[in-house]
């Protein structure tokens, strides 16, 4: 069992930064593949970036690509988004999953954080 809990959301201006923070606990984390998804309001719950166990590979939503970039720390089981240049239309609650594979489907990852919103204004 792992327990995933999504930090670092919050309100900022279109063109700003925020980095957000998934910490885990439980079994080994390295064990595990972990992604980023996103649900804005009246959408369905979309993938935003992924990354393997060891970091050494990463993917991302053609949307996101060259703004956020998804890296992870095994010694602190913990994994980040950093988001750029962000716009509006990346509001949304975000949130953290793992799982053995990875893939884009939300049906591959097993354990979800909470989730945290991301609010850009224009």
């Known amino acids: 069992q792992v327990q995933l809990v999504d930090a670092g959301g919050g309100l900022v201006q279109a063109g700003g930064s925020l980095r957000l923070s998934c910490a885990a606990s439980?079994?080994?984390?390295?064990?595990?593949?972990m992604a980023w998804f996103r649900q804005g309001p009246g959408k369905e719950r979309e993938f935003v970036a992924g990354i393997s166990r060891y970091g050494r590979s990463t993917y991302y939503a053609d949307s996101v690509k060259g703004r956020f970039t998804i890296s992870r720390d095994n010694v602190k089981n913990t994994v980040y988004l950093q988001m750029i240049s962000l716009k509006p239309e990346d509001t949304a609650v975000y949130y953290c999953?793992?799982?053995?594979?990875?893939?884009?489907?939300?049906?591959?990852?097993?354990?979800w954080g909470q989730g945290t919103q991301v609010t850009v204004s224009s």
């Open positions: 439980g079994r080994s984390f390295s064990s595990y593949s």
């Open positions: 999953a793992g799982g053995v594979g990875l893939g884009l489907s939300q049906s591959e990852y097993d354990y």
